[in-house]
């Protein structure tokens, strides 16, 4: 008798061939480049290093479409954004040593995002490994080390028929929920060495699903049905897992309000009557999510940003859908269900009973006409004024992205995403330089829409070197610099906290002639014209830069109260 598990798949006569007698000149760096075009890769970043050369040059004898920025951070930002936006994992090929750790932050970044990255790094050759000091150019003890802390998974290859198991698995950890960033170093001779293993024809690293506990959904239910006065926080977990409209679905049977975290921009519908859009840290909205008797937490950790700062200190029962394990029950007890968010909502759905409220929506309008007359008591028109010229010229389904910057901020709280997946920043891990080259790799992902970033003039300097890769590769994204002559926010925050700032205030160019200096089209906009000309920018196609000269203020505060 023959059982399931002692079948072999026979390979064709053309199959065998092909493995008998692999073609001429390849070597360990082919095996990475067939490997990631047989898990689906079409398009890989990365910047090129001594170390790192087999890899690259393997890429002249493939099909896979190379995208070379100029910086490693500022690659690893831009397969960030190819990864939030498409959901696959976006390969990042990296060089050994300065290479690899110029890219830290961006994987912090992706990592607090849960964007699927995969790094793929060289590193010194194998008679290196080990923690010796054998004095290789760009050594280092154990290179893996730097990233263990940051990344979903490390994969060290030691030899060539390590390279296709190795991508696999990461591949496949990245995008298992929750989706993150991976690390797989390959050494310099692992790579340049020929190879007589045959070609890469194919993979299997479909991500595990994440359902959730039967028994877990089957309480939360009952809870959801019985509440007087549910409410909903959904976090980011919901726009990754494509979940938005199984949760509008639920919270129009429950007639909960909905309240959106800055990850979680565009899960539910902006002027929705159960909308309380995202201002998440505003007083009156942590009051608000303070009564409900049983709030459901939905792809969020409840961390700094989502809590108000930690002031949100619930009185009714949690519910807590996170994939993230790490982050579930992190912030406040609660039933916590460790599961993907659309399926933990699906099983909400099938088993949640409808509730009657006619009050939820006219509780909302109320929520919101505080916060609406708390910014208008601040005589803050010109800010309000200059994120409404923004909104009206951006292009409903066109993604935006935002580095740290005062606008931003304000965007968090009330900017209209239009949908889910369309606004990112970089509030998962805070570092400057985020919007530009994230744009890239968003205008990479989609070419048929004009992509927005915006930038303070601190964090474009982070980023002007990308100038020369949107005129290489004719990127369609407009670039929204708003130049207040310093690290804004952190001016603010000084000022605030010590009575004056200081290393806050920069020396910058001219940052329409130096965008013309590359080739790309620029203009000195005012807050007056910015629509027009912001929106001018965006229908012509290839990239071009506005500059708007503007001291933008905050805000004020409330978990300082």
Request: no cysteine.
């Amino acid at each position: 008798m023959t059982h399931d598990h002692d079948l072999v798949l026979s390979p064709t006569e053309a199959q065998t061939a092909a493995a008998l007698n692999p073609p001429a000149g390849r070597n360990g760096g082919d095996l990475v480049v067939e490997t990631l075009a047989a898990l689906g890769t079409t398009t890989v970043f990365g910047l090129p290093g001594q170390h790192a050369l087999g890899m690259f040059d393997a890429l002249r004898r493939s099909s896979l479409r190379y995208v070379g920025l100029r910086v490693e951070n500022n690659a690893g930002f831009a397969a960030d954004a190819y990864g939030r936006v498409t959901g696959e994992a976006a390969p990042l090929l990296l060089s050994t040593g300065p290479g690899a750790l110029t890219s830290l932050a961006a994987l912090q970044e992706a990592a607090a995002a849960s964007a699927p990255v995969l790094a793929i790094s060289s590193q010194i050759p194998t008679a290196g490994l080990g923690g010796g000091r054998h004095g290789y150019l760009h050594e280092l003890p154990d290179q893996s080390a730097s990233f263990r802390g940051v990344v979903k998974s490390v994969h060290t290859v030691r030899t060539q028929s390590q390279i296709p198991s190795a991508i696999e698995a990461a591949w496949k950890s990245a995008l298992t929920a929750p989706h993150g960033p991976v690390w797989v170093e390959i050494p310099q001779d692992v790579l340049l060495a020929p190879t007589s293993i045959p070609v890469v024809t194919g993979g299997d690293a479909f991500p595990e699903d994440l359902p959730p506990r039967v028994e877990l959904t089957a309480v939360a239910a009952d809870l959801l049905t019985r509440a007087a006065r549910p409410a909903i926080i959904a976090g980011g977990g919901v726009v990754r897992a494509d979940a938005s409209g199984k949760l509008r679905h639920l919270a129009e049977v429950l007639k909960a309000p909905v309240v959106t975290t800055p990850g979680g921009k565009g899960a539910f519908p902006w002027e929705h009557p159960l909308s309380l859009q995202s201002w998440i840290e505003d007083r009156h909205t942590t009051d608000f999510l303070e009564d409900a008797d049983v709030l459901l937490v939905v792809g969020s950790g409840l961390g700094e940003l989502s809590s108000n700062y930690h002031t949100f200190k619930p009185r009714g029962r949690v519910i807590q859908i996170e994939a993230d394990l790490g982050k579930l029950e992190s912030n406040h007890p609660a039933l916590g269900i460790h599961a993907d968010a659309r399926l933990a909502l699906q099983a909400l759905l099938e088993t949640v009973g409808e509730r009657e409220d006619a009050s939820a929506p006219e509780r909302v309008r109320e929520v919101l006409g505080k916060v609406a007359a708390r910014i208008a008591a601040q005589e803050l028109t010109l800010e309000q004024e200059v994120l409404a010229s923004v909104r009206q010229a951006l292009p409903a389904d066109s993604p935006s992205f935002w580095d740290m910057t005062i606008l931003a901020y304000w965007a968090w709280s009330a900017f209209d995403a239009m949908g889910p997946n369309h606004m990112h920043s970089a509030q998962g891990a805070g570092g400057l330089g985020y919007g530009f080259p994230a744009a890239l790799g968003a205008a990479v992902a989609d070419g048929s829409r004009p992509v927005l970033a915006v930038s303070g003039d601190g964090g474009a300097l982070y980023s002007v070197a990308e100038l020369a890769t949107a005129r290489q590769y004719g990127l369609d994204v407009t670039w929204l610099i708003v130049d207040d002559g310093g690290y804004g926010i952190l001016r603010e925050y000084m000022t605030d906290a010590f009575g004056e700032a200081t290393a806050t205030e920069l020396t910058r160019p001219d940052y329409v002639a130096l965008a013309e200096s590359f080739g790309v089209p620029g203009v000195l906009t005012s807050p007056e014209t910015l629509e027009a000309d912001l929106a001018k920018a965006l229908s012509t196609p290839g990239p071009s830069v506005v500059v708007l000269p503007a001291v933008l203020r905050m805000f004020a505060a409330t978990h300082l109260d």
